[in-house]
DNA sequence: GTCTATATAATGATAGAC
DNA sequence: GTCTATCATTATATAGAC
């Protein structure tokens, strides 16, 4: 691992693999909390059902509210499931960058469902969001140091829109894979969606020319 | 309107203003129509029941089916709607591109309800995120005829994920307020908002030297 | 065109046996 | 810990009166 161990940008909800244990091996209460953060990434919260998630799991809905109570505390689990993997993560990219392309893939297994939950307003999710703006917000600094123009907008509120654009990759999945012409969550349309959002990242998306001429228009014909 | 015409980045769901027509003066068919689209937009499919349509079209639940059928077909004549709309208006727009900033406000009436649409999967509305990618695409040739270095990606494929990201702002419209102070679909918010984004479009997210090492990263530890 | 009343299906919640 | 069976609620779909 001699390569920089920089991250290619702002998080990074951008590949999505599956765990790699064993889903048999998992306890019954551990695979219902698999079977639910999968069916609420996929479904969102509203058409994923106990039944489903049960079946899912190879186990009843008896069961099910055995373990969580009910669905919406079985949602409160997953949150709290997510953001304290998260945090372990980011605690463990800190201690060791070296790790960051190996761990970037396993954090990225809960990209899917953070950005259905922050579509869906979940409330406990919302400071999985706040944290992406804090990290987008340190690469925005980076990138505001090599600028000559003073920015427009305060740092935070940028590194915000960023974030949420972000999201709005993996929420649009289905679209975006068929444009790609392949699924941009299996290896192919990862690689490919990694390589672009690099290179958008590295560039601006309107010249100067456009960017000034639009500002002078927006203080114009807007009130 | 001396101002030049040009839009100020990709398409576009930035602001969202409810139409400019007396709700009460339409008929219960458009009543209805507008109600869901609000419901449909702001709650998601799942979400909105037909009973709080009906209740904020002022009209009954049995004249919803009576126009409209079922509660799938009002989602579908809601799309074409939607799509129509956004033709006409894009015709226009190119008609009469000094249009551009009053048809702009018009057009995004209809952006929470595209961007939910899109994350929720709706085919129908497929053709609107084509479509976004196709303007998409054409702002992304200026800015690549600025550029010395050759795209990495095919040009439409990085239209599809810029198209995507822009989506993701509205899609998150309860965390990205937050973060504002302010509903970013209020005046102040929504100016705030276009400000950043002429901001961010304009200037690259990251640094020449940063992305080039995160190429040698990516070549190098992803398989 | 518009409403009220009702039927039917699906879902979350619950109780109790093993 | 795990299941089956059942209840209660809600939402959609339907029928028919005005």
Redesign the interface.
Known sequence: ??????????PSLRSFNEGTVAFEDLTARARIREAALKHFAEE?Y??ATIRSIARTAGVSPGLLRHHYGSKDLLRAACDEYVVESLHSLNAQLIADPSS???TRRTSNRFGRYVA?S????SSTV?TI??GM?TLTEQ??A??DD??SDP???DR??????????????P??H???S???GTDMFE?EGD??????????????????G??S??????N????
């Open positions: 691992m001699t390569t920089d161990p920089i991250e290619p940008g702002p969102g509203e058409r960051s392309a190996s259905r922050l579509a869906d307003g919302g969001f706040d703006v690469w925005l980076r990138a090599a600028r920015p427009l907008v935070r509120i940028r590194a915000a829109l960023v974030s949420a654009m972000a999201a709005g990759i929420l649009l289905e679209h975006v068929r444009v790609l290896p690689r490919l969606v990694a390589l672009a959002l690099l290179d958008i990242y590295s560039h601006p998306l309107i010249n100067k456009v960017a001429a639009a500002k002078t228009a927006f114009t014909n807007d009130d």
